[in-house]
């Protein structure tokens, strides 16, 4: 068993736990409980305590010793909620794929598909739009064709948990990496991650409670590793999830950014390079993070002109590649940050 990689780890974590100065074994967060933490390294499965000081989520990476967690390794991508009274509250991190999850049972909205693709890329991950329940529908290609011109670069896909569709499909696109997915209460998210459970491959060592049928009771804090190396980790519905998408909306997830474009000095300014560019300066300064930008730049692309769908290939190795680059960037920043010496 190939342990850690199996769960995700590469060089860039290496990299990431060799500057960490310190002991300690690396292990994944698989399930948060409160006071204290399920962490696996592939081969066993423990509890791990922390300190109160340190807020955990599921996916993190961590150093364990004494069967404590004694550092975080910094985060890929984070994923929280606003809590209206506690403020932002962390629900995963390291999260690679998000599927994007529509009923075609209820009439698709471009607004909220794309606020909820620009939600994945604002957090740093790779969408993709699931449409689900396609059992209920004589032809879900039509579905298909629109939402696929309404988001180009992003890849469409059906399923049904009834006939099986799409869950092979599921399997190959999360290996090797770590999904969740996102969407409506009813979109038909649980029922996904319960078919790609069918083979959930259970921690090493694990006690699993089980109910009358026998079957594992899953918890939506959990990360589930399938069979294949991926992982995925379910979510409530994005109103839980303080992400409620109604037409209106559809901006208010880039309107600070929004009120910075209206200070460029050129109205059609791309954000790019041009001088006397308000977001720019705003990266420069530090109080908005280039990854927002590129999401927002892609996101305002996207509600532009439609592009032909011929662009899209092209599009997709063009923003992986910017993804890419910002997260080297990201990375060599943090160890700077990290050891400044370095
Ligand atoms: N016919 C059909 N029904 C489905 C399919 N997928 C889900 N459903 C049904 O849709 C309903 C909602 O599914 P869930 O998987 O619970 O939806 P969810 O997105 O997890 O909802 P929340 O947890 O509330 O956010 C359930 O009654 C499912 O049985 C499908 O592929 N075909
Ligand atoms: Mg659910
Ligand atoms: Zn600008």
Redesign the pocket.
Known sequence: MSGLVDLGWDAAWQGERDHLDMDGDPYRIVRHDGVKVLVSDGESTIHALFPRSLQLAVGDWVLVKNETVAALLPRRTVLQRDHEIRGPQLIASNIDLVLV?F?VDRPLRQSKVMRFVAFAWDIGAEPIVIL??V??VDDASESVDQVAAWVPNVQVHT????TGEGIAEIFSMLEGCTGTLI?????????IVNALMQDEVAWVGEVRAADAKGRHITSHRELHLLPGGGMIIDN??VRALGLAADGEGVDSLFSDIDDLVSECRFRDCSHQSEPGCAVAAAVASGEISRERVAAYIKFTNEQGETRKRSDAKELTAHFRKEATEAREAREVRDRDDINPDG
């Open positions: 999850v009923g689900s329940k059992d209920l399923t049904s948990i009834e969407g409506e209460s009813g979109a038909g998210k649980s029922s409530p519905g």
